[in-house]
Nanobody
Framework: QVQLVESGGGLVQAGGSLRLSCAASGRTFSRYAMGWFRQAPGKEREVVAAASRSSGSTYYADSVKGRFTISRDNAKNTVYLQMNSLKPEDTAVYYC????????????????????WGQGTQVTVSS
């Protein structure tokens, strides 16, 4: 069982930055691939970024590539999402998720591959 708690959301002006954190419980954090998803009002949840167990492999959605960076500190059981050059269209509830992975080669981009989810943190970007 893994419990995830996100923090770091808030209101920021366009062009600004935020760093989201997701703290995980348990002693097996390094066995999980991690992902960040977001869901805007009236839209489906979408993957933003994903990382393999030690971030040897990472993925970014085209819409955030070059602006967002996913990283993880396995010693602290925490995954981060650094968000720079924020745009109003980045406004959404952001969720972190954990999925059991048996190799550092893999990250997941589908919601169904993640068994554990945080409660979400709101990010609002004003124009």
């Amino acid at each position: 069982q893994v419990q995830l708690v996100e923090s770091g959301g808030g209101l920021v002006q366009a062009g600004g930055s935020l760093r989201l954190s997701c703290a995980a419980s348990g002693r097996t954090f390094s066995r999980y691939a991690m992902g960040w998803f977001r869901q805007a009002p009236g839209k489906e949840r979408e993957v933003v970024a994903a990382a393999s167990r030690s971030s040897g492999s990472t993925y970014y959605a085209d819409s955030v590539k070059g602006r967002f960076t996913i990283s993880r500190d396995n010693a602290k059981n925490t995954v981060y999402l650094q968000m720079n050059s924020l745009k109003p269209e980045d406004t959404a509830v952001y969720y972190c998720a954990a999925g059991r992975a048996y190799s550092d080669m893999y990250y997941y981009t589908q919601s169904a591959d993640y068994a554990y989810w945080g409660q979400g943190t709101q990010v609002t970007v004003s124009s």
